[in-house]
């Protein structure tokens, strides 16, 4: 009855995802017939549209539409923030990431849990980066683009996990996840310099660490189709952060600030979390950091290295 089940759930969410993605450029028709943009229409408008939608297939297909459409973007616009943002389906449960449960990798359990935690991942980049694009005004019409571009890259990303997913016999909202992501989005939501030093440059950084390793482990295990994932990931996760280096680089020139220590008042200003080794020191070049930003890093890795084990 489980396997049943389990097809049963596999073959609908394939369905979903044939009819979102066949549309492609007519997407716009086929899911909101009433509601097309006029050739006028606001991009940013566009994307806070998209951010409330609950369903996370439909989310991904429009996200990545819009980035394939050639939409005004008026950047001077203040817009209303709507109730409960962003939207969301009903499941996963979110819960405190402590309750979170670390699997093997070496049993397809483990590796469909880690596939929907990074799917989990994907679908809440998805909307940090539309998030960014409505909110924010008056910035150059290159930040939008560049977001509205991070945001299709994050909705093929998920596409990309919870296919690989419905292979083992869920869909994305079958294990618990948390939150912490967009809680960093709600406490820099007022501040688009602490936004683009915290989520890109800190939160999703964190990515560029943690990949190398899961794709490894993925790999050693015998999966070598989501680790293949993995390294789509990466690729595009480094020019995503680099993004984001760029336009807290800007904001700072723009302010006359110096970027380290202003990056260093954020991150106690907004309790962002604490860097840990080890690092990524090729990716992280790659995406911008620089070379005393790096330095900074080894000096972290170093002193850890040194810290006495505990007891056990």
Same mark, same amino acid.
């Not at 819960?95 to 990798?105: D, E, G, N, Q």
């Not at 998920?158 to 292979?167: G, I, K, Q, W």
């Not at 890795?301 to 056990?312: H, I, R, V």
């Given at each position: 009855m489980n396997l049943i089940l389990c097809l049963m759930? &596999?073959?609908?969410?394939?369905?979903?995802? &044939?009819?979102?993605? !066949?549309a492609r450029s007519d997407i716009w028709n086929d899911l909101m017939p009433n509601a097309l943009p006029s050739s006028d229409a606001c991009a940013r408008r566009a994307a806070l549209e998209i951010l409330c939608l609950r369903d996370p297939v439909e989310k991904a297909a429009r996200a990545r539409a819009l980035y394939e459409s050639a939409f005004r973007i008026d950047t001077d616009t203040s817009f209303a923030e709507p109730d409960s943002l962003?939207?969301?389906?009903?499941?996963?449960e979110l819960?405190?990431?402590?309750?979170?449960?670390? /699997?093997? *990798?070496q049993s397809d359990a483990g590796r469909a849990v880690l596939l929907h935690a990074l799917a989990h991942i994907e679908f809440n980049a998805i909307n940090l980066a539309l998030d960014a694009v409505w909110r924010f005004p008056s910035m150059p019409q290159d930040f939008y /683009?560049?977001?509205?571009?991070? @945001? @299709?890259?994050?909705?093929?990303?998920?596409? =990309?996990?919870?296919? &690989?997913? @419905?292979?083992?016999?869920?869909?994305? %909202?079958d294990f618990p996840a948390h939150d912490g992501l967009w809680d960093m989005a709600q406490r820099t939501r007022n501040d688009v310099l602490a936004r *683009?030093? #915290?989520?890109? &440059?800190? #939160?999703?950084?964190? %990515?560029?660490d943690a990949s190398p390793?899961?794709?490894? /482990? =993925? @790999? +050693?295990?015998?999966d070598h189709a989501s680790a293949a994932?993995?390294?789509?990931? =990466?690729?595009?996760?480094?020019?995503?952060?680099?993004?984001?280096?760029?336009?807290?680089?800007? #904001?700072c020139d723009a302010a006359n600030l110096d970027p380290h220590p202003t990056y260093a008042r954020l991150a106690e200003q907004y309790h962002a979390p604490k860097l840990r080794g080890p690092f990524n020191f090729d990716a992280r070049r790659d995406a911008g950091f620089d070379e005393a930003e790096l330095r900074a890093l080894a000096e972290l890795?170093? !002193?850890?290295? +040194?810290?006495?084990? !505990?007891? =056990?």
């Open positions: 759930r &596999r073959n609908a969410y394939f369905s979903r995802l &044939r009819r979102f993605s !066949a962003p939207g969301r389906p009903d499941k996963p819960v405190a990431p402590s309750s979170l449960k670390r /699997r093997s *990798m /683009r560049d977001w509205l571009k991070v @945001a @299709a890259e994050e909705a093929y990303h998920f596409s =990309l996990l919870t296919s &690989r997913l @419905a292979e083992f016999g869920h869909v994305y %909202g *683009m030093a #915290l989520v890109p &440059r800190t #939160l999703e950084a964190r %990515g560029l390793p899961i794709r490894k /482990r =993925l @790999a +050693q295990a015998g994932i993995l390294d789509i990931i =990466l690729r595009d996760e480094v020019g995503h952060v680099l993004i984001g280096n760029r336009w807290f680089r800007h #904001l890795d170093e !002193a850890a290295s +040194q810290k006495p084990a !505990a007891p =056990l």
